[in-house]
């Protein structure tokens, strides 16, 4: 049998269905066994849209400056992409990694990707529930394409971020960002087209947003980390247009339809929330995305998961790869996003076996002239920050001597 070791590690689908079902299928507020048939159905029923997107041809991605970002407000929202308008339609991206299949294509894998989900929400469920510090590690890379002495070449820039998050009395919390930080051509075709524009040790990259476009500049080579102290009134994060404490945390709907509520009211309150089915349903993910890197109840982060599960117009597709070569479920966010580089779809991956948030990523699915020239082609993450560590420590994280803010 093919790859039997990874088949070995999936979960058994009736399990997580008894254990990760929505608050709402609880058999005690079942009626009979028809009402049960149906609600089942309705778990893992998935809507086939058998339309054929338009594609879009103009582009740009997000954080096109994570440092500037964080440095433009103390308190920020976890792993945020820079809302851009949806393209026409809901384009289909091309695949990072192999998605496992049955033998003769008979298991449609956004069913099986929501049971995933659903189990993902079930192990959450067993973590950790305090500390003194939540702590997160993630690894940023974001490409884009120069243009330098009539040279095109792609540019990319990577760095870490620790953030540290104190929720007792007393404590501090603070973002130490751009450690390793780097900016340097993609390839080595693009280090050579580098080189023949002279080698310029700042580059240009156009950021196309809605109400125009605008040139940001990037200085090539390593740099010196970020520190940002993010205590602000007890207010340690964003969620949806409101910064929170800790408390506010803790206080979340622990249940599916009690936090989507919550989330839906909050998307209300917001005025500049995307508009539309297809917009309410982005925005609730994201920020269910968010709550699942936050320091909250382990039974809000599986309620975060469920509510992702049930969210119309979001794919959930099981076995995907990110950035570092971990296996996770993928959750597609409904449309896709114009961008400079071309029409991009988002991406979370999660992984079901511990209940951790891997990584969220942008990839191209049509790509501009400008990005094909330099060999950027559908399926390329073009923006990603994946998350290495999150949990609770009793330490503060230290701050390296060379950084600065």
Same mark, same amino acid.
């Given at each position: 049998?093919?790859?039997?070791?990874?088949?070995?590690?999936?979960?058994?689908?009736?399990?997580?269905?008894?254990? =990760?079902?929505?608050?709402?299928?609880?058999?005690?507020? $079942?009626?009979? !066994?028809?009402?049960?048939?149906?609600?089942?159905?309705?778990?893992?029923?998935?809507?086939?849209? @058998?339309?054929?997107?338009?594609?879009?041809?103009?582009?740009?991605?997000?954080?096109?400056?994570? $440092?500037?970002?964080?440095?433009?407000?103390?308190?920020?929202?976890? =792993?945020?992409?820079?809302?851009?308008?949806?393209?026409?339609?809901?384009?289909?991206?091309?695949?990072?990694?192999?998605?496992?299949?049955?033998?003769?294509?008979?298991?449609?894998?956004?069913?099986?990707?929501?049971?995933?989900?659903?189990?993902?929400?079930?192990?959450?469920?067993?973590?950790?529930?305090?500390?003194?510090?939540?702590?997160?590690?993630?690894? !940023?890379?974001?490409?884009?394409?120069?243009?330098?002495?009539?040279?095109?070449? !792609?540019?990319?820039?990577?760095?870490?971020?620790?953030?540290?998050?104190?929720?007792?009395? %007393?404590?501090?919390?603070?973002?130490?960002?751009?450690?390793?930080?780097?900016?340097?051509? /993609?390839?080595?075709?693009?280090?050579?087209?580098?080189?023949? !524009?002279?080698?310029?040790?700042?580059?240009?990259?156009?950021?196309?947003?809605?109400?125009?476009?605008?040139?940001?500049?990037?200085?090539?080579?390593?740099?010196?980390?970020?520190?940002?102290?993010?205590?602000?009134? @007890?207010?340690?994060?964003?969620?949806?247009?409101?910064?929170?404490?800790?408390?506010?945390?803790?206080?979340?709907?622990?249940?599916?339809?009690?936090?989507?509520?919550?989330?839906?009211?909050?998307?209300?309150?917001?005025?500049?929330?995307?508009?539309?089915?297809? @917009? /309410?349903?982005?925005?609730?993910?994201?920020?269910? %995305?968010?709550?699942?890197?936050?320091?909250?109840?382990?039974?809000?982060?599986?309620?975060?998961?469920?509510?992702?599960?049930?969210?119309? %117009?979001?794919?959930?597709?099981?076995?995907?790869?990110?950035?570092?070569?971990?296996?996770?479920? @993928?959750?597609?966010?409904?449309?896709?996003?114009?961008?400079?580089?071309?029409?991009?779809?988002?991406?979370?991956?999660?992984?079901?076996?511990?209940?951790?948030?891997?990584?969220?990523?942008? $990839?191209?699915?049509?790509?501009?002239?400008?990005?094909?020239?330099?060999?950027?082609?559908?399926?390329?993450?073009?923006?990603?920050?994946?998350?290495?560590?999150?949990?609770?420590?009793?330490?503060?994280?230290?701050?390296?001597?060379?950084?600065?803010?």
């Amino acid at each position: 049998m093919k790859n039997a070791q990874h088949r070995s590690k999936r979960p058994d689908i009736m399990q997580v269905l008894a254990d =990760a079902r929505p608050d709402e299928l609880d058999p005690a507020r $079942l009626t009979n !066994a028809a009402r049960q048939q149906r609600d089942l159905a309705r778990i893992v029923a998935w809507p086939v849209d @058998g339309r054929v997107p338009r594609r879009s041809l103009r582009f740009r991605p997000v954080r096109t400056a994570a $440092l500037a970002a964080v440095a433009a407000s103390v308190v920020v929202s976890v =792993a945020t992409f820079d809302r851009q308008a949806p393209a026409d339609g809901s384009a289909a991206r091309p695949r990072t990694s192999a998605e496992a299949q049955a033998p003769g294509g008979a298991t449609d894998m956004r069913v099986d990707g929501r049971v995933e989900l659903l189990s993902a929400a079930m192990k959450a469920e067993a973590s950790p529930a305090k500390g003194t510090y939540w702590q997160t590690t993630t690894h !940023a890379q974001y490409v884009d394409v120069a243009e330098a002495n009539g040279r095109l070449f !792609a540019v990319r820039t990577s760095s870490t971020e620790n953030w540290s998050v104190g929720v007792r009395p %007393g404590t501090k919390s603070l973002i130490v960002s751009g450690l390793d930080s780097e900016t340097e051509p /993609r390839t080595p075709a693009d280090k050579a087209a580098w080189q023949a !524009a002279g080698s310029p040790r700042t580059v240009q990259l156009k950021v196309w947003k809605p109400t125009g476009s605008h040139s940001i500049v990037f200085k090539m080579g390593t740099g010196r980390p970020t520190v940002l102290r993010t205590n602000t009134g @007890g207010k340690i994060y964003a969620v949806g247009p409101d910064n929170v404490s800790y408390k506010d945390l803790q206080a979340l709907p622990s249940t599916s339809a009690g936090l989507r509520r919550h989330l839906e009211e909050l998307y209300a309150q917001d005025n500049g929330a995307d508009a539309g089915a297809r @917009g /309410r349903s982005a925005w609730i993910l994201r920020q269910a %995305g968010n709550l699942v890197t936050m320091p909250v109840k382990p039974a809000v982060r599986a309620a975060a998961y469920r509510v992702m599960a049930g969210l119309p %117009g979001v794919r959930v597709i099981g076995h995907v790869t990110d950035p570092l070569g971990r296996e996770g479920v @993928g959750v597609e966010f409904p449309g896709t996003y114009r961008t400079a580089l071309g029409t991009t779809q988002q991406q979370l991956v999660i992984d079901a076996a511990t209940g951790d948030m891997l990584s969220d990523e942008l $990839l191209l699915v049509d790509p501009s002239a400008k990005a094909e020239a330099t060999g950027l082609t559908a399926g390329t993450v073009v923006t990603y920050q994946a998350t290495s560590r999150m949990g609770w420590s009793e330490h503060q994280i230290i701050v390296p001597k060379n950084a600065h803010g």
